[in-house]
Nanobody, 128 residues
């Protein structure tokens, strides 16, 4: 059974940091592009960052560029999202998603509808 599980969420102070993990089980992430998304209460799901299967292509939304960093460790079958300089507006449920296509080795999409597998999410709250 293919499964993605996010972890690392919690409460952080403004200006603080958290590192989210997205661990895969039941399949290897080697051939999958991975995206991170979030959804705040009352808002649409937002694409944050994505990385190609090779790790060579990474993209960031303007809202997180310079603050968040996506990385992957295929040996651990895990993708990370390092979040620094957190703001109250970063409060949301964060999801990772995976997709494999013939182009996924070198390309990752920031569009949620292009992803096939999703985790259950991890909640991040940024508040003093």
């Amino acid at each position: 059974q293919l499964r993605l599980e996010e972890s690392g969420g919690g409460l952080a102070q403004p200006g603080g940091s958290l590192r989210l993990s997205c661990a895969a089980s039941g399949f290897t992430l080697d051939y999958y592009a991975i995206g991170w998304f979030r959804q705040a209460p009352g808002k649409e799901r937002e694409g944050l960052s994505c990385v190609s299967a090779s790790g060579g292509s990474r993209k960031y939304a303007e809202s997180v560029k310079g603050r968040f960093t996506i990385s992957r460790d295929n040996a651990k079958n895990t993708v990370y999202l390092q979040m620094n300089s957190l703001r109250p507006e970063d409060t949301a449920v964060y999801y990772c998603a995976a997709v494999t296509r013939e182009y996924s080795y070198d390309y990752a999409s920031g569009l949620d509808f292009q992803y096939d597998y999703w985790g259950q999410g991890t909640r991040v709250t940024v508040s003093s």
